[in-house]
């Protein structure tokens, strides 16, 4: 069983910074695709970054290209998800994801939540303006 635990949201003022991680346990980080999402309220779930199996592909949504920046420390099986010059839009409940499969995956798979079978409980960012 893989569980994903997320750290590191909070309130933060437009132009700001945070950085996410989520701790993953029973699997290693290899043998896992990764993505975050986030949900705003009323809104759908939206896909934001993802990361391949190997680790040497990552794709993002364009609303945070060249602002966001995931990254993976093997030693401690954590994913970070480093968010810079933060926006109002960004405030949401950030969630870390992952599944067993995902290799070959093209954009139309990996942006979609329903085919992650692990979550973590999310966490809360808030950007004020």
């Known amino acids: 069983q893989v569980q994903l635990v997320e750290s590191g949201g909070g309130l933060v003022q437009a132009g700001g910074s945070l950085r996410l991680s989520c701790q993953v346990s029973?699997?290693?980080?290899?043998?896992?695709?990764i993505a975050w999402f986030r949900q705003a309220p009323g809104k759908e779930r939206e896909f934001v970054v993802t990361l391949s199996r190997s680790g040497g592909s990552t794709s993002y949504t364009d609303s945070v290209k060249g602002r966001f920046t995931i990254a993976t420390d093997n030693a401690k099986n954590t994913v970070s998800l480093e968010m810079n010059n933060l926006k109002p839009d960004d405030t949401a409940v950030y969630s870390c994801a992952a599944d067993l499969r995902g290799v070959g995956w093209t954009g139309s798979a990996y942006q979609s939540p329903t085919n992650y079978f692990f979550w973590g409980q999310g966490t809360q960012v808030t950007v004020s303006s």
């Open positions: 029973g699997r290693t980080l290899s043998n896992l695709r």
